[in-house]
């Protein structure tokens, strides 16, 4: 079990204020990055003691306490709010060194200059540091919730803001009080954010005092309606249970002492985190589900039982919704389609499988954000539908869903590469179109390896993985067996680059792949020039917020 350890916590967190020190040094980056990453363990395994240290003493006597509060609230926040791990863990350290620069430069009489971090952090790529650090007087400033909707500024700006607001409120108001502060003042991008926090943490912070009819009591935790409380005084241990609507808040916050809770919640043994709540579950994604992956190798068997097979995708409810779903979209009827087998004869039993192996990779490739997830998003939606109408308007012997899959497949390692979680802007390269490892300048290991190895643990066919390996050369460089699924996904991302970022000239490899990849297909100029328009409303790219 996890150890809540906020001794060591409280002890990192201080180490970042002693002065004097040079902030313009990688170790002082790896510093505020380890306190955001112990900030964002301790509140992904222990959330309600994360939220009971928020209004602690122990916090209050800290260096700068409305920065470490904040940066506590942050990190149950980003979880909740489904970001990146890596992303949340730059944002969070970013927080800190801001506050940190910020106490030194009050503290030396503003001999501390912000000019020479922010060049700093730009030479090392840490482009979300740069964006928070121009802000560093408005997170410092107590009318903080003044500024939270400001145009000036970006989406991620507006976020850290909401946290000032949380932290600068806390103890003295309770959490209904800042939500109705942050709802007059946040902007439209923030609404949803602010909704979410009003379901966790919601107004009901572990470690706060509460009416339970006519006693009081302390909230330990709180489960989605439901909160464990002990009533006061603390006469025995036993954990007690009421609706949300059954208690209510005192009319001057009161806290007990963060100890206090932690020894109870140890030895009660309450664990408030289920695998829904509070945080969304997350998955691997290296692995497919396990009863998805006995549909696949069902699928891939010398013979396919239907009734098996549709006993198999009942047991996966979304998979099963979805097909049913995209059946009732694509019967020539229109009819609603209430059966699986029905969805499964509808598609015919190969393109069921990669239709299911795609959807299971598009959840697990979109369950976490970061900035540019939305552009990495754009990106793989285009490919894969240029690649299905492709097969559909050629002479390839590639099913449109298998097509789509392989595009898929293709790109998926773009959402893991780190960089990439912390990039606020992407423009892919010019050159080289076709390939995928040219959408990122350098890695150690390239995009169509990363590829195959996932291929490989969803169990896809070994001409697919070939196929993806040699995405890189030219058709005619291919094995023939192969030739046509690399002509499709070269094609396919090729085409895409162009209609997305409109590059002003094409290097002679790509004019070469072009050329014998349409010459193969057997499309020309005219079908391409459809293809675009009927692709149309896909063409565009998300407003970097």
Known sequence: MFDFDEQRLLQQYQQLFQTPQNFCTKAFVNKCLAVAKQLLESAQQQPQLALALLTSRQVESSPVPECLRGALFLSVATRRNNFNDHFAQHLIASFLCTFVVMYAKEK?????????????????????????????????????????????????????LAACVVARQLPQKEMLAIFRILTDSASPALQDVIGEWA??????????????????????????????????????????????????????????????IKQWTDNVGLNAHSTNWPYSPSFALNRPPAKLLKIIDLLNGSQTDISLLCEQIKQEPLL??????????????????????????????????????????????????????????????????????????????ITPQNASLLMTFALAPIFSIPAFKIALNWRPAATLLFSVDSLVPSTNESIRHQAVQ?????????????????????????????????????LSLSLARQWLWNPSHFCEVTEDFDYQAKRLLG???????????????????PINR
């Open 523 to 541: 499309v020309d100029g005219a079908l391409l020039s459809k293809l675009q328009e009927q692709l149309t409303q896909q063409i565009w790219l």
């Open 108 to 160: 030396n009489n503003d001999t501390v200059e912000l000019k020479p971090l922010v060049n700093f952090c730009q030479s090392l790529g840490l482009s979300i540091w740069k964006e928070t650090l121009r802000i560093a007087i408005l997170l410092t400033r107590r009318q903080a919730f003044r500024h939270i909707s400001s145009p000036k500024l970006s989406f991620r700006q507006q976020y850290l």
């Open 320 to 397: 099963a919704q979805f097909l049913k779903s995209a059946a009732t979209h694509d019967n020539r009827m229109n009819l609603p389609v209430n059966d699986v087998k029905q969805a499964v004869l509808t598609y015919g039993i190969e393109r069921v499988g990669d239709m299911l192996v795609q959807q299971a990779l598009n959840q697990r490739l979109n369950q976490k954000q970061f900035p540019i997830s939305a552009l990495c998003q754009r990106l793989l939606s285009l490919s894969s539908n240029i690649a299905a109408h492709l097969c559909y308007e050629s002479d390839s012997p």
């Open 199 to 260: 379901q966790f943490p919601g107004v009901w912070l572990p470690g706060r005092v509460i009416n339970v009819g006519e006693s009081t009591a302390v909230i330990l935790a709180r489960e989605k309606r439901k909160l464990a409380f002990l009533p006061l005084p603390v006469s025995t241990q036993v954990i007690k249970w009421a609706s949300v609507n059954e208690v209510s808040l005192l009319r001057s916050p009161q806290t007990v002492d963060f100890k206090k």
């Open 454 to 490: 996932l291929m490989n643990g969803w169990h896809q066919s070994v001409n697919l993985q070939m196929a993806v390996k040699s995405s890189n050369r030219l058709p005619d460089q291919c094995h023939p067996k192969i030739r046509y699924a690399v002509c499709i996904m070269g």
